[in-house]
């Protein structure tokens, strides 16, 4: 016989009631009065024990009505034959998921992980299955439960100890909802495929850093069967703060004063910091203070004086100890870069009739640019050459060009270069038809005037998806109208499908086009930007323009200068060997044709070197790793994430087997007969009570 709850065992202890209440003499009920008493002073009787027992039977019915009423209480059954087996009872699969991004990198947060992963594994059972996954912005199995399924439980925890042991933390941002989905997804996809039911886990070990992403959750449906237990790894001062460059500003010899960012995080203790530039290890400016309260930020100028090399790295100083991982913030310093364009044309740049009179005095020299207009005589035949350094970047053609410098254009765009050929003039039109894919004109005259009483025409469509149109897209760049084209070239396109229309004048002729040559690109504008044909260079677009062509051009540089950890970085068209020097020092070979570099796998000034050129970008760490304080839980619960333990294998178990019990106990209610039982004992009781109460009245009676 078994019970279900044995703790009113303890209500047996009751028994020792009668037994004290048999042991104790209590005042008699019956008194007479003696004459010889009465001037006496009466004095109460004394309780007192007896020395001996007696009502033995009553004591005994008493005794046992208090043990049937507890062993009632304890809900008695018999058990049946029936046993339950540890194979009734579906297995545990564990995942262990550990976040290795760039936050855990702080204090002593790694090191918490590694104890919290490794007390998990103790507490597995024998019958467990355990895998375990890393995580920073992608998901990395390490140990897959297809490895652990026919290793024994010592063999397991030895293989996943080991797979801990070579785990450290990366510079890589953190994406937690895509790594706890994808791992639930693999749990689920394992359990179908296998047909074990088995309860399903997900051990979350990480710091739980806000900054984390977690947009992943809310785009895909949780499985209900998998639930999370977070394993929260904090430090005692948990104050950080990080440094962006904002603005870099070019002053010339003035000392530069770039726009700085220092934001803290809401959770911080600490409000006031120091951001210093420093070049390489050297320091390159006054440290500059800033005051920042928790959960905001400032930005303020921090100054350094010109020089080269410039600096190339911004420090912060005054977070906690041991929460500098995110307090360096790298930039490329500021080099003049040398740029020619090649200007075909007649006229002088003393000429304001002319156009090389604006295009000398558009581009003023700055810190980062210096650009040099070299014209080319109407007979001379440049020689260009990559290894000199001697070909411009960009071309602009304004004249007619003769046969020998058309075979060098030809050549320049044949291996990458741009060309922008401007037609000032009908003759123009009919002697470049050839060349440029037999452009002709609409009319037989000579020049095509607006009209006789001095009207204008402007640009009707614009492709503001072009590169080249590209950054007036926004609503407050977009305008046009307010250049006004007094005269241009009526021209009608010979093969329309080999050219890109870029825009149109009002009346639909083409104003602006491309033409694909080898590797280059050939521009041609039907009108110049000369006074007698428009008045773009008077216009605030002119420059940007131009500017716009000259970014196109170089096909050598870099999309930009500032990258992320792990972010892929486009490479520039190059032939020959390319190599990238990383922070480390180390070069890496890239294969030929490669277009990209991913292995921007921590922070720091890497070098591209092609084609002859050094060519440095900064890698920083994601701005989402320094906001450390702690996500609140109840942000996954929300993305219908239900968090907790589940029951191990052992506690199922033990579960189902009492479910087993109480069907029986209900099925038998023993209970009932012993409450039975115990009425039919107070019955006697009371009846026995009573007939020994009569007995002294009836001795008393007699003695009379």
Same mark, same amino acid.
Request: proline share 6%.
């Given at each position: ?5 044995g ?52 004591? $005994? ?22 046993? #339950? ?46 895998s +375990?996954?890393?995580f ?15 290793l ?14 070579? =785990? ?27 047909? !074990? ?19 992943? $959750?809310?785009?895909?449906q949780?499985?209900? =069967? ?9 430090v ?23 726009? %700085? ?7 911080? %203790? ?27 930020s ?7 004086e ?12 005054? *977070?906690?100890?041991?929460? &500098? ?17 090649a200007?075909?044309? =007649? ?37 260009? !050459? ?38 000032? !003039? &009908?003759d ?9 894919? !037999? ?23 614009? *492709? ?16 046009? @109208? ?9 021209? $009608? ?28 690109? #050939?521009?041609?504008?039907s ?6 044909d ?11 323009? +131009? ?45 030929d044709?490669?277009t990209?570099?991913?292995? @921007? ?8 070197r ?6 440095p ?52 209610k ?10 039919? +004992? $107070?019955?006697?009781?009371?009846? +026995? ?5 009569q007995?002294p ?8």
């Amino acid at each position: 016989m078994s019970v279900l709850s044995g703790i009113f065992l303890l209500g047996a202890a009751a028994i020792a009631a009668p037994i004290l209440f048999h042991l104790i003499r209590r005042t008699p009920k019956a008194s007479f009065e003696f004459s010889s008493l009465m001037f006496l002073q009466p004095s109460p009787p004394r309780l007192t024990r007896r020395s001996r027992l007696d009502q033995w039977l009553l004591l $005994l019915i008493r005794s046992l009505v208090i043990l049937l009423l507890a062993f009632a209480f304890m809900r008695p059954f018999f058990r049946t034959s029936t046993n #339950l087996s540890p194979d009734d009872i579906p297995r545990r699969h564990v995942a262990l998921l550990i976040d290795q991004s760039a936050s855990m990198r702080r204090a002593n947060v790694w090191k918490q992980a590694m104890d919290e992963a490794d007390q998990t594994i103790d507490d597995l059972e024998a019958s467990d299955e355990v895998s +375990l996954y890393a995580f920073d912005e992608n998901l990395t199995p390490l140990v897959t439960a297809e490895q652990t399924s026919e290793l024994d439980r010592s063999q397991r925890r030895e293989m996943v100890r080991k797979s801990l042991a070579e =785990a450290s933390p990366t510079w890589a941002s953190s994406n937690l909802g895509a790594a706890l989905v994808g791992v639930a997804e693999r749990l689920s996809a394992d359990d179908d495929l296998t047909q !074990n039911s088995a309860t399903l886990q997900i051990v979350l070990i990480s710091d739980m850093q806000s900054g984390s992403q977690i947009d992943r $959750l809310q785009t895909s449906q949780w499985p209900e =069967a998998v639930r999370v237990d977070v394993r929260l790894i904090t430090v005692e001062d948990d104050s950080n703060a990080r440094v962006r460059l904002v603005e870099s500003r070019e002053a010339g010899d003035s000392p530069v004063a770039p726009r %700085v960012r220092v934001r803290n995080t809401s959770d911080s %203790v600490k409000e006031q910091f120091e951001v210093v530039w420093h070049r390489g290890d050297q320091i390159a400016s006054r440290p500059v203070s800033f005051h920042v309260p928790p959960g905001e930020s400032l930005v303020l100028d921090v100054p350094y004086e010109p020089g080269s090399p410039g600096p190339d790295r911004l420090q912060l100083n005054g *977070d906690s100890s041991g929460m &500098d991982f995110d307090n360096t913030f790298f930039v490329i310093p500021p080099l003049q870069e040398e740029v020619t364009i090649a200007y075909f044309g =007649a006229d002088s740049s003393d000429d304001p009739e002319g156009m090389l009179f604006y295009l000398s005095r558009v581009f003023d020299e700055t810190p980062s640019r210096k650009i040099e207009v070299q014209t080319v005589e109407a007979e001379s035949v440049p020689s260009w !050459n990559d290894v000199a350094g001697t070909v411009p970047r960009l071309v602009i053609v304004t004249q007619t060009p003769s046969e020998g410098q058309r075979d060098v254009l030809d050549r320049y765009l044949q291996r990458g270069g741009h060309a922008v050929v401007v037609l000032q !003039n &009908d003759d123009m039109v009919r002697d470049l038809s050839t060349w440029l894919d !037999n452009l002709s004109l609409v009319s037989q005259e000579d020049e095509k005037l607006a009209s006789s009483n001095g009207s204008y025409a402007m640009l009707g469509q614009i *492709d503001f998806q072009h590169p080249l149109f590209a950054p007036f897209s926004a609503a407050r760049y977009n305008d046009f @109208t307010t250049i006004r084209f007094w005269k241009h070239r009526d021209v $009608l396109l010979g093969d329309e499908s080999s050219s890109d229309v870029i825009a149109r004048f009002e009346d639909g002729t083409p104003a602006i086009w491309s033409i694909e040559r080898g590797k280059g690109l #050939l521009y041609v504008m039907s009108a110049g930007w000369n006074r007698a044909d428009s008045q773009l260079a008077l216009s605030t677009k002119f420059l940007p323009l +131009l500017s716009r062509w000259l970014e196109l051009a170089d096909r050598q540089k870099l999309a930009s200068q500032s990258y992320f950890v792990n972010q892929s970085v486009p490479l520039p068209p190059s032939t020959g060997e390319k190599s990238i020097q990383t922070p480390g020092g180390n070069t890496l070979q890239l294969p030929d044709g490669a277009t990209t570099f991913d292995e @921007t796998t921590q922070p720091g000034i890497y070098v591209l070197r092609q084609g002859g050129k050094e060519l440095p970008f900064a890698v920083n760490l994601a701005d989402g790793e320094s906001d450390t304080a702690p996500l609140e839980l109840d942000r996954l619960e929300q993305f219908g994430v239900p968090l907790g333990m589940t029951a191990t294998h052992s506690e199922q178990l033990a579960e189902l087997r009492q479910l087993q019990d109480r069907e029986l106990e209900n099925h038998q209610k023993v209970w009932k007969w012993l409450v039975v039982s115990v009425l039919f +004992l $107070l019955a006697v009781e009371t009846f +026995l009570a009573a007939r020994r109460s009569q007995v002294p009245t009836q001795e008393l009676g007699e003695a009379q």
